[in-house]
């Protein structure tokens, strides 16, 4: 952040998106916390509640399962695609037409709609006509993922994998490809193991750009809705009913506005508050 | 070691490429194969499932809405995000890392929690069940995100590029339209890119927020569920043809691509 000019003017830039995302970030955000602190009995008819809701939402197991299963899902993938993706960036050629078609590839998962994704997976993965199912059973592994919890949660974090690792592959190939050649050839002749180079060169370049991945990844895990939803519909029971699914459930279903409320409020909370440390860590590695 | 190495990334396209495959081979088979008897490509294939795509209006018009909605919020969304970007990337202001930091708690909400607020604002404000609408929406969270990968290229232009340019006797509006974004041009393109794809891959949004007018291709395709029984050869068409946007625009940027990724910070 250094060499740049105080110039207040500067505002006058960020007003349009200022407006547009205003517009769109606090009505909603007011909305909301207003439900969270309103009881009704239906026809629009609203009662200030306080802060049961908050109370009632902290304390209820139900979301207390949610939010378990919810740490788990992104536990296990951050702990998969991180390193996984990092080794397949190692791996990956540095020049030629190779390169090209190996980046377009890897980038097809990240643009197809999500509850195509979704679908697709729950095709593929079906036990008696599609492949992996097929495949599984073939092999002589019990594999139903819509009647078995173990299976239910492999396939989805499955398709977590398929789908996102790309984004950490991209990220740390975005990272290595920055080293200059001379890094290499000092390692050499000092006869730098395999490790060695990895750990004190290619590692510490990749730094930044891991924790924009493990950002990106941890934020949109924990928001993650459509692919679990049409994969698995949050079963079978509730055994992967992650915190967005729960929380459409519980608004949209059985509309239940004002616990919902207090609920994405809790949600957007905990989001918010464990991503400013990934924030803070960040760009204070930029400040050094 | 070396000699094995373009195996794992190979391996891994392979896995990328198996679900993919599993698609669009059911898109080429009707849905008695599919139902009927396991068979690892199509037996007779047919094109029956993309004829009625593209001769259905319910079918083809989700298409034609998906694009003007996601190509009028790149639009909006490069367009406001490049002054922002701009300010965040050459000047300090009151308040600067705060708004930054707010600027991307919004690419940290979960659309579920906007769900029900979102459709009762863009109802109030008459634009339910416009393209607008979904473009608008989606600007929540792309436009963070194209201010954060702008910012991340403009940083990397010297200043000395501005003040040549105040010297030669350029205005700035004329210095930044003439000479800025050119020069960043690979940044503009890659954020683009990126407004693109996460407009065209999000979908509770896109489908609270539409009727029928504008009514998304991937809410589209829940109806073959309802409707007619399970029509997997249809649903396998129209996802399939979802890709192939993205696979075009992907192919544009494929040199920064990397880069874009890591926010222009590398």
Redesign the interface.
Known sequence: ?N?????????F??I???L??S???I???M??INYSVQETFGDNVFFWSGLTWFQEILRSERFHAALTRQAIFTGAILAIEVPLGV??AL???RKGIWV?V???????????????VG???N??ALP?????G?GLNALGFDYNYTRQVGDAWFTLILMDV?HW???V???A???L??IPDAYYQAARIDGAS?WAVFRHIQLPKMR??LT?AILLRF?DS??I??EPVVLTGGGPGNATTL???D??KI??GQFD?GP?AAM?LI??LI??AL??IF?AVMTRN?EQ | ?TRA?????TV??L??????Y??VS?SFKTTNE??GH?T?WPQNPTLENYRTIFTDPSWYMGYVNSITYVSLNTV?SV???L??A???S?????G?KH?F?W????????????????F??YSAVGLFDTHLAVA??H??FN??LA?WILEGFMSGVP?QLDETAYVDGYSFPRFFIRIFIPTIKAGVGVAAFFCF?FS?????LAKTLTAVAAKP??AT??KTASSSGYE?GL??AA?TL??I???I???FV??H???G???G??
């Open positions: 952040m060499g740049k000019i105080v110039n207040q003017k500067a505002w830039f960020v349009p998106v200022l547009l995302v517009f769109n970030a009505v909603p955000l909305t909301v080794a397949i791996a990956m050629p090209s190996c980046l377009v590839l890897m980038a097809l998962p990240l643009l197809i709609p999500w509850n195509v679908a697709m997976w095709i593929f008696n006509i599609g492949l992996l097929k398929w690792t790309s984004l592959v991209l990220l190939y975005a990272g490809v920055s395999r930044r750009v924009i934020m924990f928001n809705y459509t915190l967005s699914i929380l459409v608004a949209l506005l919902a994405s949600y957007f989001i918010l991503s400013w924030y930029e | 070691m190495r373009w195996l794992v990334p891994y396209i896995f990328l490429l198996l679900p993919i599993w698609l059911m599919i139902l396991f690892l909006i367009a406001a995000a002054p922002a701009y300010a965040f050459r000047y300090r202001f009151l600067d708004l930091f600027l991307l708690t919004n690419r940290m909400a979960p659309a579920a929690v906007f769900a029900l607020p979102f009762q604002l608008l929406a600007t929540l436009i963070p201010v200043r794809m065209w891959v999000e979908l509770l291709i991937a395709m829940t997997l649903l396998a996802g979802t890709i946007p993205g696979a625009v992907i192919w494929r040199n691509i990397a880069r990724f890591a926010l910070r590398v």
